[in-house]
């Protein structure tokens, strides 16, 4: 990443891209986007790790969650754009600003909890979390495997966040 | 700025992972700015969202020819992205945070909702009933009511105490308060007014006489 930042290596880039061109792609697919909506999206995610680079900040997010910001961001931008009739808003999201300089350390010590946390829920809980970064066509999917409403999806999915947040406060300062 | 009301982490969880609707998704973002707990718990699942992009398998590898047209690009001049709008004079002073500003760059007044309510509505896109911001005089008291879906206010100056079943709690800035469908409570504005913006699924159900009067009035 740092030769893609600093010395503007474009092979660099391209071992970048050829990581994660492929894994945007899935996961704008699983999102609903065509194969085609979905490589457009990957090329525009892409070109903007390369334009944003000096913005990445190692001591704040790992690449891949930078990457999975920037996707998901463009995601979001073209459902709404497609959803609203006047074309004059365009790019409603606005990225949240990052945390000042002095928080970053806080940032540091408490990454990873979320992560801590999960290893201590149990698999079904665990599994309703991730499948929350999924979309809801998935939360269906689950239930009719499971051969339960999305209702009851969607309480285990709630009930887990709480069970999650409970071990979040019980664990680590809170600042 | 430390909030002490916080959005659930399901709430957290589906705004990180981008599919919270718009109105919702706003609110989230709002209290983003004002939280730094909050930011921090971002972090970690945004950290979560990176990992599974990690492990998302591919089963169609993307065409051969994406990498050379994106190759292409990389020399193009970078656009330049248009200024943040400007909030109109008359909300320049007020603590709006900023990814509501392009919504209310084009807003020209406060317009009345109930007698001590003002409200401006935010164009907000899947807002199922209402997304606005509201301004309150001070001591307005908005009797015992229900809500028809999930009602998520976050307060940016001022402030309001809550009543309800689970205890009083006080809401100050940077607050948010989530209202299920099975919560009814009571609200209070505190002695200096209370700005907020708020964005509700459903309708509300009055509990009393008074509420009902003020939902019929103000079509709430």
Redesign the interface.
């Known amino acids: 990443m740092r030769e893609v930042s600093e010395a503007r290596s474009?092979s660099a880039?391209?071992r970048l891209?050829?990581w994660?061109?492929?894994?945007?792609?899935?996961?704008l697919r699983?999102?609903g986007a065509s194969?085609i909506q979905?490589?457009e999206l990957?090329?525009d995610v892409?070109?903007d790790v390369?334009?944003q680079a000096s913005r990445y900040d190692p001591g704040?997010?790992?690449?891949?969650?930078?990457?999975?910001?920037i996707?998901?961001?463009k995601?979001?931008d073209r459902i709404?754009r497609e959803?609203?009739p006047k074309p004059e808003?365009d790019g409603?999201?606005?990225p949240?600003?990052s945390?000042d300089l002095g928080?970053a350390t806080?940032?540091a010590q408490?990454?990873?909890?979320?992560?801590a946390a999960?290893q201590q829920l149990p698999d079904a809980q665990a599994a309703v979390?991730?499948s929350?970064?999924?979309?809801?066509e998935t939360q269906q999917r689950a239930a009719d495997l499971h051969g339960v409403p999305l209702g009851t999806i969607k309480s285990r999915?709630?009930l887990a966040?709480?069970r999650?947040?409970e071990l979040?406060s019980a664990d680590g300062p809170?600042? | 700025m430390?909030p002490s009301h916080h959005p659930?982490?399901?709430l957290l969880?589906?705004h990180?992972?981008?599919?919270l609707a718009?109105d919702q998704?706003l609110l989230v973002?709002s209290h983003?700015?004002l939280c730094?707990?909050c930011?921090?718990?971002?972090?970690?699942?945004?950290?979560?969202?990176?990992?599974?992009?990690?492990g998302?398998?591919?089963?169609?590898?993307?065409?051969a020819s994406?990498?050379d047209?994106?190759?292409r690009?990389?020399d193009e001049p970078?656009p330049p992205s248009a200024p943040?709008p400007a909030l109109p004079a008359f909300l320049a002073d007020l603590p709006i945070p900023?990814?509501l500003h392009?919504y209310l760059a084009d807003v020209r007044r406060w317009s009345l909702l109930l007698p001590g309510i003002q409200e401006i509505a935010l164009?907000v896109?899947?807002a199922r009933l209402r997304c606005s911001l509201l301004r309150f005089k001070p001591g307005v008291l908005l009797p015992r009511h229900g809500h028809g879906g999930r009602e998520l206010s976050l307060v940016l100056q001022g402030g309001f105490d809550d009543q309800s079943d689970a205890g009083d709690r006080v809401f100050l800035p940077g607050d948010l308060s989530c209202q299920d469908p099975e919560d009814d409570h009571e609200v209070r504005i505190h002695e200096e007014g209370c700005l907020v913006v708020f964005a509700r699924e459903g309708r509300l159900l009055p509990r009393s006489l008074l509420a009902s009067v003020g939902i019929f009035l103000g079509q709430l």
């Open positions: 474009k880039f391209t891209f050829q994660y061109a492929p894994r945007i792609c899935v996961w699983q999102r194969v979905a490589e990957a090329q892409m070109l390369w334009r704040r997010a790992s690449v891949a969650a930078w990457v999975f910001t996707a998901r961001n995601h979001v709404r959803r609203r808003h409603l999201l606005v949240a600003p945390p928080e806080g940032v408490r990454r990873g909890r979320v992560h999960l979390i991730r929350t970064f999924l979309d809801e999915t709630r966040f709480g999650l947040r979040l809170d600042d | 430390h659930p982490l399901d969880a589906a990180t992972a981008g599919w718009e998704s973002a983003l700015e730094p707990a930011r921090s718990e971002e972090a970690a699942l945004e950290k979560l969202g990176g990992e599974l992009l990690e998302a398998v591919d089963d169609a590898p993307p065409s994406l990498l047209a994106v190759l690009r990389l970078v943040p900023t990814v392009r164009p896109e899947g």
